[in-house]
């Protein structure tokens, strides 16, 4: 497996390197830890140095400013990587460990360098360094969740009573070919004995009868496309709890109605998830696409813990 870790230096950034103990990664991958220098923003007198550069009697003056402030990036985006290769190397012996420093805006960096390096996988930081030190998303994060082609994990903090206890797992199931990619990501992964899966699936249907009166066509369409979607996230919960109870992972399904994202994220926090597992953009339809971009982009938002953003292998090609 490929990995590419985005690393910071900042205390997200080793949160999500410490957060891959509990990913059930393989021992035999391969990580490239990309450490980005941001000059448009890891420096206080940017604007200063700017604009002395563009003055012209202070042409040198600026110049010597700026490549000073580009040394100073670069160096620290060295430190940074050499930081993380020693930490990920210390908690996984096994990996094939590199790292690289790149100057430019972190988020495109990373999703060009996934794209070219053929990545199965984004490791982030729920936040990230900046100018005003601090972001909700990070922006980083959310550009390369919403950007990039291969799947992403969101690595965050736990604070779990039993640092050696098994992972606990949940899957979001909508009966798409994204929330399967989820299961098959889940099943292909190297879990300890006793590690929980508990599948999600979420009745949000839209009543038909509400809107037959105006628009009959469009409620008949609703009606088999929730028909429909029912039958597939039955037989896709019925399959997933076959395949992951066969691997030795003790499965459990819990069926709710009401809003996916606010059932799953309150399922998460009560049960103290270690990772959400979630599917996104399946090609079936504009309308389906939509809502698992918007489901997956606010569950990474608001979660406590760690979510793996899963991607359809057919994107990756």
């Known amino acids: 497996m490929r990995i590419l870790i985005g690393y910071d230096g900042s205390e997200h950034s080793d949160a999500a390197i410490d957060d891959l103990k509990l990913a059930g990664l393989p ?6 830890i990309a450490s980005v220098g941001d000059l448009l923003v890891s420096g206080p007198e ?51 460990v590199s790292s690289d420093v790149m100057i430019g805006t972190p988020a495109w960096v990373l999703i060009d360098v996934a794209d070219k390096w053929d990545a199965d996988l984004i ?34 903090a736990h604070t779990r009573a039993d640092i050696d206890a098994a992972p606990r797992i949940i899957i979001g199931i909508d009966g798409s070919p994204a929330a399967e990619q989820s299961v098959y990501a889940v099943g292909q992964r190297a879990w300890q004995d006793g590690t929980e899966v ?41 399959w997933a709890t076959d395949q992951l109870n ?52 606010a569950i990474v938002t608001s979660a406590l813990c760690s979510v793996e953003v899963v991607r359809p292998i057919e994107e990756n090609s």
Not at 47 to 73: F, N
Request: proline residues 2%; positive net charge; hydrophobic residues 40%.
């Open 123 to 156: 490791v982030v930081g729920s936040q990230g360094r900046s100018a005003i030190k601090r972001f909700f998303l990070g922006s980083v994060s959310k550009k390369v969740l919403t950007e990039s082609k291969c799947s992403v994990r969101v690595g965050r």
């Open 46 to 96: 940017l604007t200063t140095v700017i604009g002395e550069a563009l003055a012209s009697r202070r042409v040198a003056s600026g110049l010597k400013k700026a490549q000073t402030h580009a040394e100073q990036v670069t160096n620290e985006a060295k430190e940074a990587a050499s930081r993380a290769k020693g930490r990920v190397t210390t908690l996984f012996p096994d990996w094939n």
């Open 246 to 297: 066969a691997i030795g992972l003790k499965t459990s399904v819990v069926t709710e109605k009401g809003d996916p994202k606010s059932v799953i994220l309150s399922k998460a926090a009560d049960w103290n998830a270690d990772t959400i597992f979630v599917g996104t953009r399946d090609f079936k339809s504009s309308f389906e696409r939509f809502r698992l971009g918007s489901v997956s982009t």
């Open 27 to 32: 021992s035999d991958s391969e990580v490239l």
């Open 198 to 238: 508990c599948l999600i699936a979420v009745d949000d249907s839209t009543a038909p009868a509400r809107i037959a009166s105006r628009l009959p066509q469009a409620a008949a369409m609703i009606d088999y496309y929730n028909q429909n979607r029912e039958e597939r996230v039955s037989g896709m919960l019925d």
